[in-house]
């Protein structure tokens, strides 16, 4: 049996299709998700961003998927602090409200 050659041979890296379409998910007021992400690291740092991800924009609801019941619990504590420093960090955009769900990342 004859082996069928492939027309284009060179790989593209799963890292750079997930960042393009990462990119392409954008929230109404015209940010991408994967910009909110870098945002959301810097500005909650590690301990809650090993913990919880943002996962959808909508308007400006931010979702964000977090590891555990005990975290969710936490981080609605600490909801308004995180909107502030989020907002802060963000140029042009203007969340007004994160909901957290427990949930994968």
Do not use: Y
């Not at 961003?49 to 924009?57: W, Y």
């Not at 007004?96 to 990342?105: A, L, M, N, P, V």
């Amino acid at each position: 049996m004859e082996k069928k050659s492939r027309p284009n041979s060179t790989f593209t890296p799963i890292g750079q299709v997930l960042d393009s379409i990462l990119d392409q998910c954008r929230s109404e007021s015209g940010g991408g998700i994967l910009h909110l992400i870098h945002v959301w690291e810097k500005a909650v740092g590690p301990p809650i961003s090993e913990n919880a991800k943002p996962f959808a924009v909508k308007g400006s609801i931010l979702l964000v998927h977090v590891s555990s019941s005990a975290w969710l619990h936490q981080l609605r504590f600490l909801k308004a602090e995180l909107l502030d420093k989020l907002n802060r960090s963000l140029a042009n955009e203007r969340l007004e409200d994160i909901k957290f769900k427990i949930g994968s990342f």
